[in-house]
Nanobody, 122 residues
């Protein structure tokens, strides 16, 4: 089970840190992805991590602003989001896939947490 949290309302330029806590399985056995979906838009990949292999991926739209990390002792993956923009407003989801490889296609992920809403006001 995946539990995403940390969303909220923030002003342009602000920061938030999202958390994805896993229960029942060790996160470093999986590839973990953060995705987001804005109203009327398709779900898109934001960032992915394979902690055991030290691999990360960032969408071009968030490079330099977002950082994905993990804490194996807490079985949690984080998404630090800085310099937030109105276009970052979306419901953010974390997901896990069994093959430990980076992929940015939502349908290739096996397990999903509930979303957490991020709203960036201008």
């Amino acid at each position: 089970q995946l539990q995403a949290s940390g969303g909220g309302l923030v002003q342009v330029g602000g920061s938030l840190r999202l958390s994805c806590a896993a229960s029942g399985f060790p996160l470093d056995d999986y590839a973990i992805g953060w995705f987001r979906q804005a109203p009327g838009s398709e779900r898109e990949a934001v960032s992915c991590i394979v902690t055991r292999d030290g691999l990360t991926y960032y969408a071009d739209s968030v490079k330099g602003r977002f950082t994905i990390s993990s804490d194996n002792s807490k079985n949690t993956v984080y998404l630090q989001m800085n310099s937030l923009k109105p276009e970052d407003t979306a419901v953010y989801y974390c997901a896990a896939r069994v093959p430990r490889s980076i992929i940015d296609i939502p349908t290739r992920y096996d397990y999903w947490g509930q979303g957490t809403l991020v709203t960036v006001s201008s």
